[in-house]
């Protein structure tokens, strides 16, 4: 079945620094990606989503590109801020299917 | 916009009890979808129907869960004599019908403890 796999449950880091969250997937078929990110408390919203090989998506301050080649669909940011502790949760869905989630992972962020 | 609403936010049963969870999706939104959130398998889908119409349920639990959209501004997800594994945080999702980039929106949850 389709899978996705998040390879960090813990990312810890400095306000300023830049970021990277790994996402890779497996799928038979050409899949939709999407980040997430869930706040504490609060309802997962989406962040970013890209069906299209090699091509940037911005949001927020966060992008990715989707590489199909290898099957990635990595989160960055160049400086994060302290809003920007949350847990991230890459997914793809399949045709307006039902979304398959990573683990998360979850970032925090000090001063 | 009120968002997706979902009620109860919390609820707490025994073991063995029924649990009756409810989900208002957005006004508009054709595709309603139901997910279970836990800290081991994090955000697992479950069922989802599209104008009112069950779709898929391939991640429903074949015992003891259930699903119904009996019109197109609720929906409920049941769970027959619960268990103490079944504790979790469910998430109901709503989205235009629009294909592949059907943006879902996701309400607070309803957390269930199953004492």
């Known amino acids: 079945g389709d899978s996705v796999t998040q390879t960090e449950g813990l990312v810890t880091l400095t306000k300023g620094l830049p970021v990277m969250l790994n996402c890779t997937y497996q799928?038979?078929?050409?899949?939709?990606l999407f980040w997430y990110v869930q706040h504490l408390n609060e309802a997962p919203k989406l962040l970013l989503k890209?069906?299209?090989?090699?091509k940037r998506t911005e949001h927020q301050g966060f992008y990715a590109t989707l590489h199909k080649s290898s099957s990635s669909f990595h989160l960055q940011k160049s400086s994060v801020q302290l809003s920007d502790s949350a847990l991230y949760f890459c997914?793809?869905?399949?045709?307006?299917?039902?979304?398959?989630f990573g683990l998360g992972t979850r970032v925090s962020v000090f001063p | 916009n009120a968002g997706v609403i979902q009620t109860p936010r919390h609820k707490v049963t025994g073991k063995g009890q029924e649990a009756t969870l409810w989900c208002e999706p957005i006004s508009g939104h054709s595709a309603v979808f139901w997910y279970r959130q836990t800290i081991v398998q994090g955000l697992e889908f479950l069922t989802y129907f599209r104008n009112q119409a069950p779709i898929d349920d391939s991640g429903m639990p074949k015992e003891r869960f259930s699903a119904q959209m009996p019109n197109q501004s609720h929906s409920t997800l049941k769970i027959q004599s619960t268990q103490p594994q079944d504790s979790a945080v469910y998430l109901c999702?709503?989205?235009?019908?629009?294909?592949?980039?059907?943006?879902?929106?996701f309400g607070p949850g309803t957390r269930l403890t199953v004492l």
């Open positions: 890209s069906s299209t090989d090699n």
């Open positions: 799928t038979t078929y050409s899949p939709f």
């Open positions: 997914a793809l869905s399949l045709y307006a299917q039902g979304l398959t």
């Open positions: 999702a709503s989205s235009f019908w629009g294909g592949n980039y059907a943006e879902q929106f």
